[in-house]
C-alpha cells in the first residue's frame, strides 16, 4: 500500500510571500482581508482552498510553494 503525502489544510503568511515574493505586512494584510471576506474570526486560519479561490489560482499552481 502506497502512502501518499499529505496535505496541508491551512496557508501561513510565510507561504504567500514565497507565492506572491512581497513582504510580510502585505502578506499577513491579505491574509486578514481574505479571512473578513469569508467572515472568519481572528484566530481562524485561511485555508488552501480559500486563498486559491480569492486570488483566482488553481490549487495545483500553489502546492509547488507549500
Known sequence: MKISPKKRIYIYAKD?????????TYCRTLLARI?????????QGVTV?????????????????L
Open 35 to 43: 479571512r473578513l471576506v469569508y467572515g472568519k474570526k481572528k484566530h
Open 49 to 65: 482552498d480559500e486563498y486559491c479561490e480569492y486570488m483566482g489560482v488553481s490549487r495545483e499552481e500553489i502546492e509547488q510553494f
Open 16 to 24: 504567500v510571500e514565497r507565492i506572491t515574493g512581497k513582504k510580510p
